[in-house]
């Protein structure tokens, strides 16, 4: 089976503008030549590695030079077609200008544009890398372009555009290749098992693509590995162990645990386990990252773009779990543990222990950061406050316990939870309810199990009962810049 896998990416490279995938711009464009008979003389392809910048310039190049071309499209069989498909033709040159980048590769080059084509009609000249010429050689090589023989073709091919000079640029036509998305390279690689029989699931195929960035010819490598890690059966079990991705619940359990203060210990329990287990400290703490980038996007309704590295399974599941969680919580979260990260990677400690140390360190004082009074906190408690006194129940409890207890034991995933749930300003929040109490001379009997709604007593608006409990609160100590610590 191996065999067969290593020539993957060889063995389905396209050899039809049809068999192209993603890339409809710039096919269509060159189609559109071929259909107008405006063949031009100088192209430049740029775009990302791996999308199909070479494989397309050969298609041209077989087009171009095709015995018994099909409409836009080259035969594939002709002898023309074939030696270009073996990497043999005499008309065709591809050149790396990467290890071809001085002035005298480029003089022989024009040298060698003066010879008639061989066997076709076109002498083709693919240089790939072309932003590594030296600057020398991009001027011998823009007098080629200024006056190109009528029977040659160039095709330049960059990943780098903003290297190419403008002068070189003015004398190509140039077309533009996108990244691949995800979706697009997930089916198509299914195709793909397809055709060689492999066992698959839907999440093994998704990291696969992942794993391509964009890149068809990194992602068919990548499957190519898969395939003999997995032994042919691409599964996101199987998958998620060969990238070492920890998997949802991993980083929920994590998020949860910085969430709730009262599961903070658990956080070095965690820390203390993924160390015994060996895994990597620090891609640990910036797949978390990445975790927490991904639920703000979800919060955002950017959940489906292309960047998000979460599964389609798992994203409806954390669409659901997380609904009602802060996003304040989350974009502070993720900016603390990001320059967490940021400094374990300039430390650079020698052992895994070390990391582990560092980490523990920094998570305790992230939570001690968490136990201070937070303006956000206070101020979701006021609101809370101002909802409880709009109540229009005719009963008013002796405190404000229920609330206090409710935000205590709320469960990060179901019930919105308040920055930082110490006790610190709900002790003081108490204070202000004797006032409350007092200015309801008549108020009904007390009942304590009735939920804690106060009533609008007359005389004593809402508006008003919010003023007064905003000024109880101006006489703390909650400095905003805890807002910008957490
Ligand atoms: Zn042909």
């Known amino acids: ?27 269509g464009s060159l189609q559109n030549a071929f259909k107008s008979k405006k063949i031009g003389h100088a192209y430049i392809f740029i775009g990302p590695r791996g999308v199909g910048k070479t494989t397309i310039a050969r ?39 990467a290890s071809n980048s001085g002035v005298d590769n480029i003089r022989e080059l024009r040298e060698n544009v003066k010879f008639n084509a061989m066997g076709g009609k076109y002498r083709v000249y693919i240089l790939d890398e072309v932003h590594m010429l030296s600057g020398a050689a991009f001027n011998a090589l823009l007098k080629t ?3 190109p023989p009528a ?7 960059t990943t780098e555009y903003h290297k190419i000079p403008e002068t070189i640029l003015s004398r190509c036509q140039d077309f533009h290749f996108r990244k691949v998305p995800v979706t697009v390279l997930q089916s198509y690689i299914e195709t793909l098992c397809t055709k060689e029989g492999l066992k698959y699931d839907s999440e093994g195929l998704f990291w696969i693509a992942k794993k391509g960035d964009g890149s068809v010819r990194d992602t068919l490598s990548f499957m190519e590995q898969a395939v003999i890690f997995t032994d042919g059966n691409l599964t996101g079990a199987k998958l998620r162990k060969m990238i070492g991705y920890h998997g949802i619940d991993t980083f929920t359990d994590f998020l949860n645990q910085l969430i709730d203060t009262s599961q903070s210990a658990q956080i070095f329990e965690t820390l203390e386990n ?34 998000i590295n979460i599964p389609q399974e798992d994203l409806q599941k954390l669409k659901q779990n997380y609904r009602e969680l802060d996003r304040e919580i989350l974009v502070l979260l993720a900016e603390r543990i990001f320059s967490i990260h940021e400094k374990l990677n300039l430390m650079k400690l020698r052992s895994s222990y ?8 920094q998570f305790r004082k992230l939570i001690l950061d968490r136990e201070k009074p937070s303006v956000s906190g206070l101020l979701a408690k006021i609101s809370e406050l101002t909802k409880l006194v709009q109540g229009d129940i005719s009963t008013i409890p002796d405190s404000i316990e229920p609330v206090k207890k409710q935000s205590q034991t709320a469960i990060p995933t179901q019930e919105k939870p308040i920055p930082n749930t110490n006790t610190q300003p709900i002790a003081k929040i108490e204070s202000p309810t004797p006032e409350i109490k007092t200015q309801i001379p008549n108020s ?7 939920n804690a709604k106060e009533p609008s007593p007359s005389g004593n608006h809402p508006e008003d009962m919010e003023k007064l409990l905003k000024e109880k609160f101006s006489g703390m100590e909650v400095d905003p810049k805890q807002f910008k610590n957490l």
């Open 444 to 450: 009904p009997t007390m009942d304590k199990n009735q």
């Open 274 to 307: 993924l160390f015994q287990a060996g895994i990597d400290l620090s891609k640990f703490i910036w797949d978390f990252i990445e975790f927490l980038n991904s639920l703000l996007l979800i919060k955002d309704n950017l959940a489906d773009r292309e960047s």
């Open 354 to 361: 070390e990391m582990k140390v560092y980490l523990e360190i």
């Open 59 to 97: 298609i041209l190049a077989k087009r171009l030079n095709c015995e018994r071309p099909d409409g836009v499209e080259p035969c594939n069989e002709c002898t023309s077609c074939l030696e270009i498909t073996k990497g043999n033709s005499n008309d065709v040159f591809e050149i790396d200008a």
């Open 151 to 157: 029977h040659v073709v160039f095709i330049l091919a």
């Open 145 to 147: 372009l200024e006056e």
């Open 1 to 27: 089976m191996s065999e067969n896998h290593q020539v993957l990416f060889r063995k389905y490279r396209p050899q039809f503008f049809r068999d192209v995938i993603y890339q409809d711009l710039a096919v």
